[in-house]
């Protein structure tokens, strides 16, 4: 097994810079997910890994190979596409098999090929489906067809390129709980790429966020979204995202932020000093209603949406929409009605409005 270690990696298309020295450590057996937005340079990353899309400037390193200059074929990695690409006219042991045969380098004898061929599928539940083909199977079957192509070669590194996105959502749950089973199985290092922040925070070790080719934030799913590094981060991680708000820092103790539509208070203000302008961001979960005439922001309830297990209220203050995530048990105001807003102090997180970085 090898982790991967990008090293002020570059990679330009002519005047467009799709990834910007990028510098980021794979950890050997780790799943390492690659969350972004579509165009913000998260797959040319893997395609880079996977020799695909040549390095710029900056080195590569597949274990303690520099793999800038190295041909797919001889980086002992296995990649698992968004389309299943399989072969129509093969069965799915064929497809299965067929890395092994079509790599020379592998010598893998006909004894040694269908025995991995079996262990594959048996991993990933296909046995009964070896005889079939393609177009006989669901997409489900399809894309662990795919992944079972994807491991009988026994590869270092798994390079997945957003795997799950032609699958419903029922699929796309029962998948990632198998793909997170067989991580486990295997041990081997993942890099997994989606825009689906759900699958991020459901399947990997940690999360790499990047956005218009630069790394915002790598760490642990919970970490980054209890500290976003900055904004982008912020509204990109959380469903639904981080509310903003901006304001003015008031003197005094505790710590407050005084915004055109009332006070939140501030259990840390962290650099943020005196009398300067700041955007505090409060968790959906993290806003309450409070009685009127109570410390807090004050809005317009324009919609409650019910989810079943919990409610959303979307309220409108001073031009900025903020999201309240209540419980069942929990008094609903009607559309139309003013609300009073309260956040809790110590999961109230300040941002530069300049340079958009965290300030606490």
């Known amino acids: 097994m090898s982790g991967v270690t990008f090293q002020q990696v570059t990679k330009r298309f002519g005047d467009v810079v799709a990834v910007d020295q990028l510098t980021l450590d794979v950890l050997d057996g780790e799943f390492m997910v ?10 040319t990353a893997l395609r880079m890994i996977a020799g695909l899309e040549e390095v710029s400037d900056g080195l590569l390193t597949i274990g303690d190979r520099v793999v800038n200059h190295v041909p ?24 299965i098999e067929s890395p092994l045969v079509a790599n020379k380098r592998a010598r893998v004898d006909a004894d040694e090929r269908e025995r991995r061929v079996k262990e594959a599928a048996a991993t990933l539940g296909l046995e009964e489906y070896l005889g079939r083909k ?34 419903d959502a029922k ?15 295997l041990g081997t290092t993942f890099v ?45 991680i959380g469903s639904p995202p981080m509310n903003t708000l901006r304001g003015v820092v008031s003197p005094g103790t505790p710590a407050a932020v005084t915004t055109p539509s009332g006070t939140v208070r501030v259990a840390d203000r962290g ?42 209220l979307v309220v409108s203050c001073d031009g900025h929409v903020l ?25 109230v997180h300040l941002f530069d409005p300049a340079g958009s970085g965290r300030l606490n």
């Open 34 to 43: 690659l969350l972004g937005p579509s165009g913000c340079g998260k797959s």
């Open 72 to 95: 797919p074929q001889d980086r002992d990695i296995a990649m698992v596409f968004q389309s299943y690409a399989l072969y129509p006219h093969m069965t799915v042991a064929r497809n």
């Open 134 to 167: 393609p177009g006989e199977l669901s997409g489900g079957q399809r894309q662990r067809v795919a992944l079972a192509r994807a491991i009988v070669r026994r590869p270092e590194v798994f390079l997945m390129d957003e795997p799950l996105s032609n699958l």
């Open 171 to 185: 699929l796309r749950t029962q998948t990632r709980l198998e793909l997170v089973e067989l991580h486990r199985r």
């Open 192 to 236: 997994y790429v989606t825009h689906d922040q759900v699958e991020a925070m459901t399947m990997a070790d940690r999360i790499a966020v990047i956005a218009d080719g630069r790394l915002q934030q790598v760490g642990a799913p919970q970490a980054v979204y209890e500290r976003p590094a900055n904004l982008f981060v912020a509204g990109f």
């Open 271 to 312: 650099t943020a000093a005196d009398d300067t302008e700041v955007v505090a961001g409060i968790r959906p979960e993290d806003l309450s209603v409070v009685p009127p005439g109570g410390e807090g922001v004050v809005g317009r309830v324009e919609n409650v949406e019910l989810l079943g297990h919990e409610r959303h």
């Open 323 to 347: 999201v309240v995530r209540q419980d069942n048990g929990e008094p609903t105001p009607a559309v139309g009605e003013t609300v009073t807003l309260a956040a809790r102090p110590e999961h």
